[in-house]
Each structure stands twice: as structure tokens, then as C-alpha cells.
């Protein structure tokens, strides 16, 4: 296969040996994901057949969306799959940051403190929380307030979030994926010592987790482990690639329901919402999504061992427990981190021809230089790159729906930057 390597895409023989060289170190950690996927798998197809999954459920609805057998039953399905008691998936859940802001709004009241254990959340939360900007309707300008503790070397401070955890807090937020830090991703047992620990101290506190990234990557789910609330985008992981849009928040009924009402209206929350012909890529998109994930973590895997190789240091590291499909690589120099994010462009089947640069995206700080050939607009777990520029130049690589086409993004970026003597 070398051969077609050089020969269809004109790739460098040193670029095609040294990613041939990482994928045989790269074998043991692969068959790691595969079992986590086969595991997964099983999970899933039983929650279909619990769940009596059938054709009627991909009949969408129109208007007020009443009695719509698919969208109640893809509820349950989720509930089951993450084992927890009642979830809201919805394609007008626009992404992973609307779920999120939800769960916020939905639970927290004037007056109540928003604690993040795990640093600061998400950039896009930012604005949500109001730690950007002001008169906008965050949760500040609704007086409530907000309190963060940093990670420890890299571990959560229980010491430190326990310390802050006083009357006034009403919910815990914990970011399982890295995000756009260059830190380990918190594993799901990791995330339960963090519940365990705050609801022995205050019972009532409302444990949110931000799941991004992280669903299918481990056999169990935070809501496995004592949180709330858990909430993600289908465009990521349980889209499985197939859901064109939408977001999922899965937890306690009571807390689920008053998300609802954020997104809809109080009072009538779960019960309306019209699906029109989206069903059927839901339900399709997670019955796939544990085979998806392990795609786009063995090429996580891949690009782990190859920039290892060439002497970068990488998130995970190689050999290190996975919790989620993200791959962060730091390069310490804007350059590489462009000629990258522009290799990894090259190697998809959409817009491969497009020259990404950095750009001011809506919701972020800093400009940002996202590579994304996708069938869905901005579908991350469909092969991706993206980094803030900011020192310490750090590219977040993610997704690849199969693992052949997630090799060759990698074998790309690696080739860019040699052919631009990057390397
Ligand atoms: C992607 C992501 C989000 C939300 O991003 P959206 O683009 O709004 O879907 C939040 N947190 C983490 C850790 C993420 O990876």
C-alpha cells in the first residue's frame, strides 16, 4: 500500500514510512478501542431492542410536534444508553454549547453560585457564564455568580473545590475533554470522585457535566457515576456522524425537565417539538457511534505515535488512558501549527482544495484556524483540526469517520509540513 500513498497523493516516501512505522508501534493501544467499542456496541444495540426501536420511529412530525413516537423513544434510548433517568435530544439543540447554557439556566436562580471544579470551562461558556461581556443575559447579569478552581497537576483539587463549596453553590461544573487546554482529559471515574466527594459535603449540589467529546470513548458515562446532568453536541461524538445538527442533555427527570423549559417553554417543555424528517439519522447516528468513536480514536492513537516520533510532546501521551477523541498536539511555533491544520484540510473529501487560516469565531477570544472537510458544517467527529493562536501553539486534532481516511490526514499534515521544511 506504500506505494499508492506516493502515487495517488503524491505524499513524501520519509512522510508514508514514518506514519507506517508509529501505526505498528500504535497496534496494542488500537485493540484497546476496539474492545471499548465492542463493549459499546452490545450497550447500544440492547437499548434498541429494549426500546422496541422500529419504522415508525423515523416518521418525523410537524407544527406543535405532539405525541411524536421517535422523539420520545430516542429520549429513552439515550437515558438507557448513558444509564441515566430521562434525556432531551434535540436537532433545535443547536450544539454542545447551547445544550450546556440549558443546563445552566435551567437549574441555577438569582442568587446561586455557579462552581467550575475543573478550571475554566469551555471558551465558548465564557459569555454564557459572563466571565466575557456584560448586559448580554448571562447568568451574571441574572445575579448569579461564579467561583473556579484550577486543576492540580493536572488532577482535580478536591481539596480546593471543597474548600469553595458553600451554601451559596447550587451547581458543580466539570469539563470532562481538555477542550482547548493541554491538559489530560478527566476520566469518567475521575469525574465520579469529584461527585462523590461535593455531594458528601452539600447532598442537594448539582453535579453538570460538560460531555463533550468524551461519549463511547470509555464504557461508562459520567451520569454512570453520580452526575445531574451530562450534555453534548451531535455534531461530535453521538451524532455518529450522521446527525446534521442537534445537542442532548441526559440526567435526573426533574433537572432534564427544567432544562426543557429553557429550550421550549416552561410548562410545556418535553412534550413538544417538531422533528420533521430528523429522526432516523438520530436513531441511525448512535447505533453507529461507538463503531465512529473508535475510528476517530485509533487515529488519535496514530497521531499520538507520529508526532511522538518526530519529538513533540502530545495529549495524551502515548500509552495514556483515553477520555476523549482528542488529540492535542503542541507544536510551540505558529507556523506548524498552520501548515497542520492546512495538511489535515488536504486529506478531506470535502473542501479539500480550501486553504484554512485563523479567523475571529464567533464565541471565542482569540483567532482560531479550523480545518474541517466535512459532509456536516463544523462536524467534529468527522475529521478535524482546530487551534486558538496563542502561545504554546497548540493544534486539537479530532474525529475521522474511518480510520483509513484519519491516516491520511495525519500522513498529510506530517507531509505539509516537511515539504514546507517545517520539520
Ligand atoms: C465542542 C465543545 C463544546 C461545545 O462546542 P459547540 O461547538 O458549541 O458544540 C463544549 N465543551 C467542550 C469540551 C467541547 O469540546
Same mark, same amino acid.
Given at each position: 500500500?506504500?506505494?499508492?500513498y506516493?502515487?495517488?497523493?503524491?505524499?513524501?516516501?520519509?512522510?508514508?514510512?514514518?506514519?507506517?512505522?508509529?501505526?505498528?508501534?500504535?497496534?496494542?493501544?488500537?485493540?484497546?478501542?476496539?474492545?471499548?467499542?465492542?463493549?459499546?456496541?452490545?450497550?447500544?444495540?440492547?437499548?434498541?431492542?429494549?426500546?422496541?426501536?422500529?419504522?415508525?420511529?423515523?416518521?418525523?412530525?410537524?407544527?406543535?410536534?405532539?405525541?411524536?413516537?421517535?422523539?420520545?423513544?430516542?429520549?429513552?434510548?439515550?437515558?438507557?444508553?448513558?444509564?441515566?433517568?430521562?434525556?432531551?435530544?434535540?436537532?433545535?439543540?443547536?450544539?454542545?454549547?447551547?445544550?450546556?447554557?440549558?443546563?445552566?439556566?435551567?437549574?441555577?436562580?438569582? $442568587? %446561586?453560585?455557579?462552581? &467550575?471544579?475543573?478550571? @475554566?470551562?469551555? +471558551?465558548?461558556?465564557?459569555?454564557?457564564?459572563?466571565?466575557? #461581556? !456584560?448586559?448580554?443575559?448571562s447568568?451574571?447579569?441574572?445575579?448569579?455568580?461564579?467561583?473556579?478552581?484550577?486543576l492540580?497537576?493536572?488532577?482535580?483539587?478536591?481539596?480546593?473545590?471543597?474548600?469553595?463549596?458553600?451554601?451559596?453553590?447550587?451547581?458543580?461544573?466539570?469539563?470532562?475533554?481538555?477542550?482547548?487546554?493541554?491538559?489530560?482529559?478527566?476520566?469518567?471515574?475521575?469525574? $465520579? %470522585?469529584?461527585?462523590? &466527594?461535593?455531594?458528601? @459535603?452539600k447532598? +442537594?449540589?448539582?453535579?453538570?457535566?460538560?460531555?463533550?467529546? #468524551? !461519549?463511547?470513548?470509555?464504557?461508562?458515562?459520567?451520569?454512570?457515576?453520580?452526575?445531574?446532568?451530562?450534555?453534548?453536541?451531535?455534531?461530535?461524538?453521538?451524532?455518529?456522524?450522521?446527525?446534521?445538527?442537534?445537542?442532548?442533555?441526559?440526567?435526573?427527570?426533574?433537572?432534564?425537565?427544567?432544562?426543557?423549559?429553557?429550550?421550549?417553554?416552561?410548562?410545556?417543555?418535553?412534550?413538544? $417539538?417538531?422533528?420533521?424528517?430528523?429522526?432516523?439519522?438520530?436513531f441511525?447516528?448512535?447505533?453507529?457511534?461507538?463503531?465512529?468513536?473508535?475510528?476517530?480514536?485509533?487515529?488519535?492513537?496514530?497521531?499520538?505515535?507520529?508526532?511522538?516520533?518526530l519529538?513533540?510532546?502530545?495529549?495524551?501521551?502515548?500509552?495514556?488512558?483515553?477520555?476523549?477523541?482528542i488529540?492535542?498536539?503542541?507544536?510551540?511555533?505558529?507556523?506548524?501549527?498552520?501548515?497542520?491544520c492546512?495538511?489535515?484540510?488536504?486529506?478531506?473529501?470535502?473542501?479539500?482544495?480550501?486553504?484554512?487560516?485563523?479567523?475571529?469565531?464567533?464565541?471565542?477570544?482569540?483567532?482560531?484556524?479550523?480545518?474541517?472537510?466535512?459532509?456536516?458544517?463544523?462536524?467534529?467527529?468527522?475529521?478535524s483540526?482546530?487551534?486558538?493562536?496563542?502561545?504554546?501553539?497548540?493544534?486539537?486534532?479530532?474525529?475521522?469517520?474511518?480510520?483509513?481516511?484519519?491516516?491520511?490526514?495525519?500522513?498529510?499534515?506530517?507531509?505539509?509540513?516537511?515539504?514546507?521544511?517545517?520539520?
Amino acid at each position: 500500500m506504500k506505494k499508492e500513498y506516493k502515487k495517488l497523493f503524491q505524499i513524501d516516501g520519509r512522510t508514508v514510512d514514518l506514519v507506517c512505522l508509529a501505526e505498528k508501534k500504535a497496534k496494542d493501544e488500537m485493540k484497546q478501542a476496539e474492545e471499548i467499542a465492542e463493549y459499546n456496541q452490545l450497550k447500544v444495540l440492547q437499548a434498541f431492542q429494549k426500546n422496541k426501536i422500529s419504522e415508525t420511529h423515523f416518521i418525523g412530525s410537524t407544527g406543535y410536534g405532539y405525541d411524536d413516537a421517535g422523539r420520545e423513544t430516542l429520549d429513552r434510548l439515550y437515558a438507557d444508553i448513558f444509564g441515566a433517568e430521562d434525556a432531551l435530544v434535540r436537532h433545535n439543540i443547536i450544539s454542545g454549547t447551547h445544550a450546556l447554557s440549558l443546563c445552566l439556566f435551567g437549574v441555577l436562580r438569582p $442568587g %446561586d453560585t455557579l462552581l &467550575a471544579a475543573t478550571g @475554566k470551562p469551555y +471558551d465558548t461558556l465564557e459569555e454564557t457564564i459572563g466571565i466575557r #461581556g !456584560e448586559g448580554n443575559g448571562s447568568l451574571k447579569d441574572f445575579g448569579i455568580s461564579y467561583r473556579q478552581v484550577d486543576l492540580r497537576d493536572n488532577k482535580p483539587d478536591i481539596d480546593g473545590i471543597l474548600n469553595c463549596l458553600d451554601e451559596s453553590v447550587k451547581a458543580v461544573i466539570i469539563q470532562r475533554s481538555k477542550g482547548y487546554d493541554f491538559r489530560k482529559s478527566l476520566s469518567v471515574e475521575e469525574i $465520579g %470522585d469529584i461527585v462523590t &466527594a461535593v455531594k458528601r @459535603k452539600k447532598q +442537594d449540589v448539582i453535579v453538570i457535566v460538560d460531555n463533550c467529546y #468524551g !461519549e463511547f470513548v470509555d464504557v461508562i458515562e459520567p451520569t454512570q457515576v453520580g452526575a445531574d446532568l451530562m450534555a453534548g453536541s451531535l455534531i461530535k461524538n453521538p451524532g455518529g456522524s450522521l446527525a446534521l445538527t442537534g445537542g442532548y442533555i441526559a440526567g435526573k427527570r426533574e433537572y432534564v425537565e427544567l432544562c426543557s423549559y429553557k429550550l421550549n417553554a416552561v410548562g410545556i417543555g418535553k412534550e413538544c $417539538g417538531a422533528t420533521f424528517d430528523l429522526n432516523r439519522s438520530m436513531f441511525q447516528g448512535i447505533y453507529l457511534a461507538p463503531h465512529i468513536v473508535c475510528q476517530a480514536v485509533k487515529t488519535a492513537v496514530l497521531a499520538a505515535y507520529v508526532f511522538a516520533e518526530l519529538g513533540f510532546q502530545t495529549s495524551p501521551a502515548i500509552g495514556e488512558k483515553r477520555s476523549c477523541i482528542i488529540e492535542a498536539i503542541r507544536f510551540g511555533d505558529p507556523r506548524l501549527v498552520v501548515a497542520f491544520c492546512q495538511g489535515i484540510q488536504k486529506g478531506a473529501a470535502i473542501d479539500s482544495f480550501v486553504v484554512p487560516e485563523p479567523w475571529d469565531m464567533p464565541g471565542y477570544g482569540d483567532p482560531v484556524i479550523m480545518a474541517a472537510g466535512a459532509f456536516v458544517q463544523g462536524s467534529s467527529i468527522e475529521l478535524s483540526a482546530d487551534a486558538p493562536m496563542k502561545d504554546p501553539y497548540v493544534a486539537y486534532m479530532q474525529g475521522g469517520v474511518t480510520y483509513t481516511y484519519g491516516k491520511m490526514g495525519v500522513m498529510l499534515a506530517v507531509d505539509n509540513m516537511i515539504k514546507q521544511n517545517l520539520l
